[in-house]
């Protein structure tokens, strides 16, 4: 009975991969385990790995000797999502950033994982928490501006109220001072069937619940698992509230969002005295196709990330559509 069980797990996680990976969205591990120390870039394309490292910042980003100026008196922290890596999420927006004289950072998280950003999201909060305070540091910013995709906005949040980014008794101490999300995973997603096939593991019960739960991260990697409609991670981030005073929010979405389904659980609820915009690409561009991924490249959500950060942005420049 073990083995037919072990063998059965094995199938399901196998299956479980290749549904994900039509889908672009990468499990932490496939049909083998990587070796301790090793690191797997899900989406990178063979030849980008071969020629690029690992942990290659994007164009414009992670200028330590740059110094915030008048106009944008805040570094911005660019957090990709799962399975992604900085190189691939931000070669649009980094050097956008930058080019418009902004201080940008960005960084690789989940290295744990062997993955990027398939971990357990409590830990990677923790990673964005050290690299936050590294930026405040050499930069001398007391706060940072931080933009984040999928998984990165949700985590971001994790940040903000478990990870000290944001200060509960004293708004004037919070190290954050405007989120701006990217399609992130709020109130959760389906995957676009995923948790169906989910559900095809738990209704098995084809082992024991803790050794159930291993197979589950094995083949989803936990940051998804955790990302799914109803999870507990998910309840316990959003119990109570889910917005601080003193730091803005920005949701900026697409109704043709085709990983975070529905789309409109990337929306945030606007707490008592906090600021929360929730955008959909489609308001000033209802034909925009805009994929998940697209959000990080596409023009319209560039120029909606730029009037995030800077309101007198979008009064000065044209809105592309």
Known sequence: MALRQRSVARVLATTAAVFLGAMGLH???ATAEPAPGSLVLPSAAPAARSLTPPDAAPEGANDWSCRPSTQHPRPVVLVHGTGMSMLQS????SP????AGYCVYALNYGAA???WGTGDIRGSARELASFVDTVRTRT???QVDIVGHSQGGTMARQYLRFEGGADQVDPSRNKVRHLVMLGPTNHGTTFNGMQDLYSVFTSLRITDEPTNQKIVEFAFGL???????G????TQLNTGRESFPGIDYTVIASRSDDIVTPPEGAFLAADPGTSVRNEWIQDT???AAVSHVGLLNDPRSVFRVQSALDPTYGARSAAPC
Do not use: E, K, M
């Open 27 to 29: 499990p932490a591990a």
């Open 90 to 93: 931000w070669n649009v927006i």
């Open 96 to 99: 956008a950033l930058r080019n």
């Open 113 to 115: 994982a062997h993955s």
């Open 140 to 142: 001398g910013s007391a």
């Open 223 to 229: 940051a998804s698992y955790q990302q799914l409609i």
């Open 231 to 234: 999870s507990d991670f998910l």
């Open 285 to 287: 561009c209802p034909g």
